[in-house]
T-cell receptor, first 108, second 116 residues
Framework: GQQVMQIPQYQHVQEGEDFTTYCNSSTTLSNIQWYKQRPGGHPVFLIQLVKSGEVKKQKRLTFQFGEAKKNSSLHITATQTTDVGTYFCAASYGKLTFGQGTILTVHP | GAVVSQHPSRVICKSGTSVKIECRSLDFQATTMFWYRQFPKKSLMLMATSNEGSKATYEQGVEKDKFLINHASLTLSTLTVTSAHPEDSSFYIC????????????FGEGSWLTVV
């Protein structure tokens, strides 16, 4: 079936360092969504990207959608301990299909 | 506050019994809801798509007779795990599609099921 690949699986950073997670699809996506799941919590919607080459920012978070609409990235500048959690991309192939997620840990 | 409420948040049941999990959209009507299963430190695996007033669409490998889904109203979908076994222990999470202004999918808080 349709899949979206997400890397890396784990990322450990020192507080203040940057963090990036990437998602790739073999097929063109109509849109891509990003979610954050805190440990023990449920996924929370962060953003949806629709347009080719789209870049959106939310404070220290920058989301990009590739020109070919096959890849996307989430970049966090100067991580904080509150950023810990698992970040998922999700692509809509008629139904929402999640990437494997990137587990982010931040060492103070 | 939460726009999708899931209940119960935690449940322990004995092997062989059935347990029902409810998913309610609080602020909007949801013709489509989704049920996922998540293992620790793993991604969300879609189990089925629940459509109001019609049969659910199950993903490949998901036993529809074991995981009964009912979406009888525009604000409520239920997942019943029948004849539960310890291997059914997992985190079950629902989401509801708000096709209104935001066209956003909201997740419930999830339900931890432990089968003993």
């Amino acid at each position: 079936g349709q899949q979206v690949m997400q890397i890396p699986q784990y990322q450990h950073v020192q507080e203040g360092e940057d963090f990036t997670t990437y998602c790739n699809s073999s097929t063109t996506l109509s849109n891509i969504q990003w979610y954050k799941q805190r440990p023990g919590g449920h996924p929370v919607f962060l953003i949806q990207l629709v347009k080719s080459g789209e870049v959106k920012k939310q404070k220290r978070l920058t989301f990009q959608f590739g020109e070919a609409k096959k890849n996307s990235s989430l970049h966090i500048t100067a991580t904080q301990t509150t950023d810990v959690g698992t970040y998922f991309c999700a692509a809509s192939y008629g139904k929402l299909t999640f990437g494997q997620g990137t587990i982010l840990t931040v060492h103070p | 506050g939460a726009v999708v409420s899931q209940h119960p948040s935690r449940v322990i049941c004995k092997s062989g019994t059935s347990v029902k999990i409810e998913c309610r959209s609080l602020d909007f009507q949801a013709t489509t809801m989704f049920w996922y299963r998540q293992f620790p430190k793993k991604s969300l695996m879609l189990m089925a798509t629940s459509n109001e007033g019609s049969k659910a669409t199950y993903e490949q490998g998901v036993e529809k007779d074991k995981f009964l889904i009912n979406h009888a109203s525009l604000t409520l979908s239920t997942l019943t795990v029948t004849s539960a076994h310890p291997e059914d222990s997992s985190f079950y999470i629902c989401s509801a599609w708000d096709r209104g202004q935001g066209n956003t999918i909201y997740f419930g808080e999830g339900s931890w099921l432990t089968v003993v």
